[in-house]
């Protein structure tokens, strides 16, 4: 075809920056190297989270079960490959994750392979530099999920599809047989089906893929007039859909799914998906801002460069990004149940543009060898600067990756810790209360599959819109012949199961693990040592007995305190201090908390009325034989001033003795 069109979409030659084939081959190297080291570092440092807790429970099904109850929203394509992985590899967090690390480091060689075939090597160092220390795309490369997956399948597709429609740049053009016909052209097509269908397999939006591929296709074939090339793109796209057939009736069921996250609002998903493919979610402010706008200026100097280059290549690079940017953002304004994981394949075309815009700041020439070396300061420092940028953005992807690994505030909720916590610590007679989603997913997964913890667990989640007098009944049952229980509060607020345990049981005092609280109660196991007291604390308070466990106990039990108290006046909010000490005055455990595990603030108690508090402490499993000192102390938390009573400021309960 002749004319504008064909004008339009031409592709014009430019002089990019040359790098030889040998310093190619070593900073891949490196780079690849570099990008396994970041993926596999604390692999499986970080608990596994509930999604990827799906993912184990359900690949571990049979496969048949597997595929017959897959959720509405979900694909069964890494679902299947995970299912086969876990025979090989087994159920660890290492094995399990590890499956999501290769398919991300791929793609960075991936990246480089479709950006120099788009004739411009230097970019495709830099876009494979950027995607190779992108925090987000280094987090999800070490989860036990499909997006890394999606990320490589999309780009052999789009790979695939670019040498269709230019082979003169693909290397098999370079040297074509005697024939004339390249004799991979068939395995160009089953790449790009294979590819395409996995990519559609592996997650609903990667539907966007394909769609974009033909936005392209129609721009580029009225332009190019190429229709062979066309029929061949069509007869693969209708191998692809075949293929997707076997789902095409849960496709249709899923196109009614409202989703279940949070909405988000719909003028904030572009910029966010542009924020997490280019800077990543873990860079701190402000450099995540400035950094994205920087990024966003590259990105249409880069979209300029392609044009000016390979008037096909920015049409498949445009239609690659920016149809899925708009399509989704329509899709936000209908049901604003999104994450930007979902669409993780704009990220490598997305990286590829800003890439080029970068690269248009390296003076054209060579890059390595004598062509580096200028004549005068002024021209060496002009080639340094483009270099010393890049170093800029690699570093600044660096903090970025320093918090991801160390900053415990964007970590997952530590299920193993917690399981840990309780194994190590756990009695015979113990309950584990579990109010928060589904301990199948993870919890279970540590402390009954891989600790083999022996409590039973009980799931509370029934309880979740009950009140105080709902929970009271399966509490009572649930608790009824054990001696202690432990707890588990995590995506939830304390509310009716903490009070009704507050009240009915005694707590220690909790451990945290990375939003998952984990609480040891004492239940009533029979009567305390119980001593009057009529002891004032202040002006209107009056400690009047005290009961306590003993007066033998063992290290590693859990010493049960009950205070009885009369209020004669307001009080302001005091916070107690319960404490072990040795038979010299050593503090060995000081608990500092609100009365009633929180629920019954001083400045709460009713004047002329009495109040109780009952609270625990955990010996140490390696606590030594003998007698022990427990003692209460009250305090003023905005300034830690002690209230004083006519026996000092910390007041004896009682004693006991601890024996092996």
């Known amino acids: ?103 991300s480091v791929v793609a960075v060689a991936l990246v480089y392979r479709w950006t120099a075939s788009m004739g411009r090597p230097v970019t495709g160092l830099i876009a494979a530099l950027l995607l190779a220390t992108n925090a987000f795309q280094v987090w999800y490369a070490q989860q036990a999920r499909m997006y890394s997956w999606l990320l490589l399948t999309s780009l052999f597709s789009y790979w695939s599809l670019w040498r269709m429609v230019a082979p003169e740049t693909s290397a098999e053009a370079a040297s074509p047989p005697p024939s004339g016909r390249p004799t991979t052209r068939w395995k160009v097509d089953i790449l790009y089906i294979l590819s395409t269908t996995a990519t559609v397999y592996l997650h609903y939006f990667g539907f966007l893929v394909p769609v974009a591929q033909t936005v392209f296709m129609a721009i580029w074939s009225l332009g190019r007039g190429r229709w062979r090339i ?3 793109w069509i007869i693969n796209g209708i191998a ?5 057939t076997p789902w095409l009736r849960n496709l249709i069921a899923f196109l009614g799914f409202q989703g279940w996250r949070e909405p988000l609002d719909p003028w904030q998903v572009p910029w966010m ?20 706008g920087f990024y966003l200026l590259m990105a249409l100097l880069g979209f300029v460069v392609w044009w000016r280059q390979n008037r096909s290549a920015w049409g498949m690079l445009a239609a690659a990004s920016l149809v899925p940017f708009a399509l989704i953002f329509i899709a936000v304004l209908r049901s604003p149940d999104f994450h930007e994981r979902y669409s993780m394949f704009i990220a490598a075309p997305w990286l590829m543009v800003i890439a080029a815009g970068i690269s248009a700041l390296i003076p054209q020439g060579s890059v390595g060898g004598e062509g580096m070396a200028g004549r005068s300061s002024r021209a060496l420092a002009w080639r340094l600067l483009p270099a010393l940028l890049v170093v800029g953005l690699v570093a600044a992807n660096g903090l970025a990756l320093n918090r991801l690994y160390f900053d415990t505030t964007l970590h997952k ?57 709902q929970v009271e009944g399966p509490l009572q049952e649930f608790t009824a012949g054990a001696s202690r229980a432990w707890e588990l509060l995590y995506f ?43 002891l004032p604390f202040g002006a209107g308070l009056t400690l009047e007995r005290a009961a306590i466990e003993g007066p033998v106990v063992k290290a590693a039990d859990l010493l049960r305190v009950t205070t009885r108290w009369q209020v004669d006046a307001p009080l302001p909010e005091y916070k107690f201090s319960l404490r072990l000490l040795t038979a010299e005055g050593q503090v060995l455990i000081a608990d500092d908390y609100v009365p009633q595990n929180w629920f019954a603030p001083t400045s709460q108690w009713v004047v002329g009325a009495g109040a109780v508090d009952q609270r625990a402490l955990l010996l140490p499993a390696d606590l030594p034989p003998g007698s022990y000192l427990v003692t209460l102390r009250l305090y003023d938390p905005t300034n830690g001033v002690p209230v004083e009573t006519s026996a000092g400021q910390d007041v004896q309960l009682g004693t006991v003795e601890v024996r092996g």
Request: aromatic content about 12%; hydrophobic content about 40%; proline content about 8%.
């Open 240 to 244: 692809v859909f075949l293929l997707f």
């Open 230 to 232: 066309t029929r061949r």
């Open 492 to 534: 939830r607020a304390p509310g009716p199961i903490q009070l009704w345990m507050a009240t009915h049981a005694w707590s220690s005092a909790p451990t945290y693990h990375n939003g998952v609280r984990v609480t040891l109660y004492g239940l009533d196991r029979g009567p305390l040592v119980e001593q009057e007291m009529e």
């Open 273 to 292: 998906m542009h924020s997490a493919y280019s800077v990543g979610f873990p860079m701190p402010q402000p450099w995540q801002s400035w950094l994205a």
């Open 413 to 469: 909720p530590d299920y193993h810790g917690a399981a840990i916590r309780i194994r190590t610590n756990e009695a015979p007679g113990d309950i584990v209360l579990v109010d928060g989603p589904n301990p199948e997913l993870v919890f279970n997964h540590y402390y009954e599959d891989t600790y083999h913890g022996q409590a039973p667990v009980h799931d509370l989640r029934f309880l979740g819109d009950a009140g105080y007098e």
């Open 1 to 103: 075809m002749n004319g504008p069109m064909n004008d339009r979409m031409s592709d014009r030659p430019a002089a990019p920056a040359r790098i030889d084939a040998a310093s190619v081959r070593i900073l891949l190297i490196v780079l690849l190297l570099a990008a396994f080291a970041l993926r596999l570092y604390h692999l499986d440092f970080q608990s596994l989270e509930g999604d990827e807790g799906i993912s184990l429970q359900r690949s571990s099904q049979p496969l048949g079960q597997m595929l017959e109850r897959m959720p509405v929203e979900h694909v069964p394509g890494y679902f299947v490959l995970l299912n086969g992985w876990l025979r090989l590899a087994g159920e660890h967090d290492f094995a399990l994750r590890y499956l999501s690390v290769w398919p």
